[in-house]
């Protein structure tokens, strides 16, 4: 949705990219939302999270140590010392949003797989779900950036009403609420879906579903500048930026109508 060329830098060329300090402080951020539940409900305080911080950043490090890389030139470690300063006044703002003494998870870090009467299968993960007594569900994800513009939140409730189909195909039960928690501006956005919604979002991922089939068939996999190429890794290949993208490495369709109808495959 965001930019054709960049999905085939990534999924198609599987191009390295390389780990921003904003998107690990993310991770590191949803860690320790995610440990703090491990805590019984009255200890699950503020202290008690940032304190989770030094301990969840060891274990992302020795998960994924390319992480680490993002502060090798930081011998003095100030630069650490702000980021993980920054990640706790993150998990402090939780706090003034959400309770979490008051709140018991039915689920974390939920992985979520369902197929669609087409076949096409949707896969996520989702950072919580809570179930309330009279089996409502809300599905509740956290953002460490801020809350978009208002113009903007159809676009941030994409993913959300995407969890809800999910869901929804899963168990049967439309979500009563979805809710982005934006830790950077201290905001929460509410949606409460009706199955219409679901049924629009189907709709849509089987049309996204068919532009990417014939893309991958046909190599046309066209750039789409936004303001967020400035977070690309790729422009080096982007034809946008005087890049070159490498030779595609599938086998592609050829242009000609006829060959289209034929369904003839070839090599470019
Ligand atoms: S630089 Fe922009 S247009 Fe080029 S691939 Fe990246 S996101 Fe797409």
């Known amino acids: 949705m965001q930019c054709p060329l960049l999905y085939r830098f990534r999924v198609i060329d599987r191009l390295p990219e390389k780990p921003s300090e904003a998107a690990t402080r993310g991770t590191l951020v949803h860690a320790v939302l995610e440990r703090l539940f491990d805590a019984p409900a009255a200890e699950r305080t503020a202290p008690r999270a940032k304190a989770l911080v030094p301990g969840q950043w060891d274990r992302l490090r020795d998960s994924r140590p390319e ?22 006044r993150l998990v402090e703002r939780w706090f003034t949003l959400e309770d979490p003494s008051r709140l018991e998870p ?28 009279t089996g409502e569900v809300r599905i509740v994800d956290y953002k460490t950036g801020k809350a978009p ?26 979500p009563r609420r979805l809710q982005l928690v934006y830790l950077g501006s201290g905001d929460v956005l509410t949606y409460d879906p009706v199955l219409a919604d679901l049924e629009r979002v189907e709709r849509k991922l089987l049309a996204l579903w068919e532009a990417i089939r014939l893309a991958t068939e046909t190599g046309d996999w066209r750039p789409r500048p936004t303001k967020l190429c400035g977070w690309c890794d790729h422009q080096a290949h982007c034809p946008e930026f005087g890049g070159t993208p490498p030779p595609y490495p599938l086998p ?11 369904g003839r495959m070839g090599p470019d």
């Open 149 to 174: 513009r208002p113009q903007y939140a159809e676009s941030a409730l994409f993913q959300m009403k995407f969890y809800a189909l999910v869901v929804w195909r899963l168990k049967k039960v439309v």
């Open 106 to 133: 039915a689920e974390r870090e939920l992985f979520v797989e369902a197929e669609l009467d087409s076949g096409l299968r949707l896969r996520g993960i989702i950072d919580r779900v809570d179930v309330a007594p």
């Open 67 to 88: 992480v680490g890389e993002l502060f090798a030139d930081d011998p003095e470690g100030e630069r650490l010392a702000r980021w993980l300063s920054e990640a706790e």
């Open 252 to 262: 592609v369709r050829a242009a000609d109508p006829a060959g289209a109808e034929q």
